[in-house]
């Protein structure tokens, strides 16, 4: 992981022991005060005062679960850090906050949490929840006791100050380290603390997001990555830094320092109902007095919370059982219509109810990962298997763009389905949620649409999404979207392993 700051040298840290006793404990000292903020606690105290008052207040009445806010030179991020925290009530009193940062300063397998002490800020000590850190750490060979990963690394000294400022009562934290960014330590530590994701916590997730680019392709990029964010599923993210890399920004280092801390929180949430995603707040070193626009980093205060509101897929739901029978239902459909020309006939009492409720549904073909035909209907006048069995023919045989699926090809096909939510109307491209949604767009007799896994699978911003829709599906032109009638929906996607 690159760091913007200069003259931190790479440590190589050996984990200390997970042995504990009381002559061991030794605070954590300021490190970050006088380099990211102002040493001097009254000019501390009135530089958090006006940074709150400037800051986007709270947005709702749901309470947060977690926040990602920025870590840099409080002169740059701090309005935007201030953002994140005015999503807390004041009053608030928690068990603990979990403060996760990855590191900058340090390689090391899996993750360290402070164990040694408090950490101390010119604002006073912090408190950690030593008896909950030592826990952690016994339990989890993942999870480490690494005193020195801890030293030079400003991710978590830098939120401390705000959280002294902004909370009324007395609170704990438990910092954690993340020093091995991939996937897999992403998906082994959400295991570890999604227990602790609950209304007697709070999460903060430390992190800036593009690095270095000039001011405008910073905004693109990280509109791109906080837009993937909001879809609350970690393979958006993955595939929206993977898109961004793709790009070959120039000066790009990293569309997001801390995304295999960012993507810890999302291999919890993604599982948990009735998470909302709001993003906040958004600037970078370019819109202050202090940076210039030519090489900036990118900031974005982004609050999840346990909503009220329900998705749009919400009140509808498939088990894998009816999963199956559907995509084995759509394959042999496809199998004896082209080999036979007949429909594949079935036994309606057969199939479970849910199968039998009226749905729109879309049939994807995929062969050797490119598309090979994809055909659906919004229409819920019949039953889904029906809808099924029908778009799965369409699929094979009527796509324009393609030629008919021949015998040889059958075994070579990955079939697709998604399931529909009925059409809702929106009254601006602001409400529709990038990944998660797709997109209908009608104006006058043309009209067109995207699946929500297009997103995904082209990597597109919000507007590359749709201005491709209108211009490539509905043939109003690269902008007519602007000026066109807009609805969004969901769905319920799962297909085949390649090639079976």
């Not at 840290?13 to 002559?23: D, I, L, N, R």
């Not at 201005?467 to 085949?496: M, N, P, R, S």
Request: overall charge neutral; some cysteine; aromatic content about 10%.
């Amino acid at each position: 992981m690159q760091t913007k700051y200069l003259n931190i040298a790479v440590l190589l840290c050996v984990c200390a022991s997970t042995a504990f006793s009381p002559e061991q404990l030794q605070n954590r000292k300021p490190y970050a005060a006088g380099r990211f903020y102002t040493g001097k606690p009254d000019e501390l105290k009135a530089q958090l005062q006006q940074m709150f008052l400037k800051s986007v207040r709270k947005k709702s009445e749901n309470t947060p679960l977690a926040i990602i806010v920025p870590h840099a030179g409080y002169v740059f991020s701090g309005e935007v850090a201030a953002s994140a925290f005015s999503q807390i009530d004041p009053n608030r009193k928690f068990e603990r906050i979990f403060i996760i940062g990855s590191s900058h300063t340090s390689v090391f397998d899996g993750a360290s949490v402070y164990c040694t002490g408090h950490f101390e800020t010119p604002l006073g000590t912090v408190k950690v929840d030593l008896d909950l850190a030592k826990k952690l750490v016994s339990e989890n060979s993942l999870l480490v006791n690494n005193p020195e990963a801890h030293q030079y690394e400003h991710s978590i000294e830098v939120q401390l100050p705000f959280l002294q400022h902004h909370l009324h009562s007395d609170f704990k934290i438990v910092p954690v380290i993340i020093g091995s960014s991939t996937i897999e330590t992403a998906k082994e530590l959400a295991e570890i603390f999604k227990p602790y994701l609950n209304e007697n916590n709070l999460f903060v997730i430390s992190s800036d997001f593009s690095h270095y680019p000039e001011y405008h392709d910073a905004r693109a990029a990280d509109q791109l990555t906080a837009d993937a964010i909001k879809t609350n599923k970690a393979s958006s993210l993955i595939s929206a830094l993977d898109a961004n890399k793709k790009k070959h920004i120039p000066e790009l280092a990293t569309s997001l320092c801390g995304w295999s801390s960012v993507l810890t929180l999302l291999y919890m949430t993604e599982q948990m109902p009735g998470i909302m995603v709001d993003l906040i707040d958004y600037k970078n070193s370019g819109d202050s007095s202090y940076g210039e626009k030519d090489r900036v980093v990118g900031y974005w205060a982004i609050s999840f919370s346990k909503g009220k509101l329900k998705s749009q897929a919400d009140e509808f739901s498939l088990s894998e059982a009816d999963k199956k029978v559907l995509l084995k239902l759509a394959r042999e459909t496809i199998s004896e219509y082209i080999e036979k020309e007949t429909i594949h006939q079935i036994d309606p009492s057969s199939v479970s109810a849910n199968l039998k409720t009226p749905c729109g549904a879309f049939v994807t073909l995929n062969k050797n990962h490119n598309l090979r035909g994809c055909i659906g209907r919004f229409d819920a006048t019949l039953p889904l298997w029906k809808v099924v069995q029908n778009m799965a023919v369409s699929a094979a045989t009527q796509d324009y763009r393609f030629s008919k699926v021949q015998p040889g090809e059958i075994n070579q096909l990955k079939i697709e389905i998604s399931v529909l939510t009925p059409l809702k109307r929106i009254k601006s491209a602001d409400e529709f949620i990038l990944g998660k949604q797709g997109i209908y767009i009608k104006r006058g007799s043309s009209s067109g649409t995207f699946l929500p896994q297009v997103a995904t699978q082209t990597g597109w911003s919000k507007e590359e999404f749709l201005g491709h829709c209108a211009q490539d599906k509905a043939g109003i032109g690269w902008d007519g979207w602007k000026t066109a009638e807009l609805y969004t929906y969901e769905a319920l996607v799962f297909g085949e392993e390649e090639g079976k």
